[in-house]
């Protein structure tokens, strides 16, 4: 079966400090897709990024970034200068590649609050 | 390219009333997944649609059910309805499976009184 932790529920800075949102991965397949999602008051689950097992390259898309572990089952978000309207609740998910394909599997998600 | 759109967003019904959820996904993409969200139970999969077929479903009652249409289109239906179903549902399409990129439309906020 696949897990995902995201041990921080709630998270504070100030704006234009750094913050890195921790995602921990369970599961026994080698080809897995991992996913983070955004979502703001509106209710509505933005895609941020999808990377599959065999990709551990780091990834920056303006002031995010990613950093993916298979050694340690992780796969963490950093908001370089966090701005308020990063505000929000934050998803890391997976999903395996069988036959079918699995759904995907949400951690509990953590809200960030970017104060000004 | 115009994103995924679910109606309505907004419903309020009572117990032992059943509803009809309706999501229409991505222009090109086949396959339709639903998820239920709550603060308890945080994001379930409820099921997922591909060329008109079921192909997962999660842990739900049977109360649930849904369908998909020849054009990608999805419904999905709570009978009988209880207190605990009230959540936001989300309607999320992809290309072709639950490993691509999944996109997801606005949710429906249901209420159950």
């Known amino acids: 079966a696949q897990k995902v932790t995201q041990a921080q529920t709630e998270i504070s800075v100030v704006e234009k400090e750094d913050v890195t949102l921790d995602c921990v991965y369970e599961t026994r397949d080698t080809t897995y897709y991992l996913f983070w999602y955004k979502q703001p008051p509106s209710g509505e689950l933005v895609f941020l990024i999808r990377?599959?097992?065999?990709?551990?390259q780091n990834e920056i898309s303006g002031r995010y970034s990613w950093n993916f572990q298979k050694s340690t089952s992780s796969f963490n978000f950093t908001i370089t200068a966090s701005q308020v309207v990063d505000s929000a609740v934050y998803f890391c998910?997976?999903?395996?590649?069988?036959?079918?394909?699995?759904?995907?599997?949400f951690g509990k998600g953590t809200r960030l609050s970017v104060i000004a | 390219k115009a994103g995924v759109t679910q109606t309505p967003r907004y419903l309020i019904k009572t117990r032992g009333q059943q509803v009809t959820l309706s999501c229409s996904p991505i222009?090109?993409?086949?396959?339709v997944s639903w998820y239920q969200q709550t603060p308890g139970q945080g994001l379930q999969f409820l099921f997922e649609?591909?060329?008109?077929?079921?192909?997962n479903k999660g842990n739900f009652p049977g109360r649930f059910s849904g369908r998909q249409f020849s054009n990608s289109r999805s419904e999905m239906n709570v009978s009988t309805l209880e207190l605990g179903d009230s959540a936001l549902y989300l309607c999320?399409?992809?290309?072709?499976?639950?490993?691509?990129?999944?996109?997801f439309g606005p949710g429906t906020r249901l209420t159950v009184l």
């Open positions: 649609y591909f060329s008109e077929t079921q192909r």
């Open positions: 222009s090109g993409h086949r396959s």
């Open positions: 998910a997976l999903s395996v590649y069988m036959k079918g394909n699995t759904p995907l599997v």
């Open positions: 999320a399409s992809s290309l072709d499976g639950t490993t691509d990129t999944q996109y």
């Open positions: 990377r599959n097992s065999f990709d551990e």
